[in-house]
């Protein structure tokens, strides 16, 4: 294994183990964690894979903690492609 790997798989696990039982997450601790610039891209994620009534269009996204690790999961498998690709 590559040094770079052993560096995204261990990047990985660290934000994995820092979301560990955590309720009530928002979308902006998630995009820190995985250093994008923003919460942008993980609200569309949010979006398509757990769509929320439309009443709620504006207010606070405080994710579950299976809708943490669904979401961590999706952006870890992309960084680890685009990492594999490069």
């Known amino acids: 294994m590559s040094k770079d790997k052993e560096t995204v798989d261990t990047f990985a696990v660290d934000v994995l183990a820092s979301f560990e039982g955590r309720e009530n997450v928002r979308p902006e601790e998630i995009a820190s964690a995985l250093q994008l610039p ?14 929320r009534d439309p009443s709620l269009k504006g207010t606070t996204w405080l994710l579950t903690n299976e809708e943490t690790f669904q979401t961590l999961e999706f952006f870890l498998a992309k960084r680890k492609r685009t990492n594999d690709a490069s």
């Open 38 to 51: 923003n919460g942008k891209s993980v609200r569309g994620f949010l979006r398509m894979t757990f769509p």
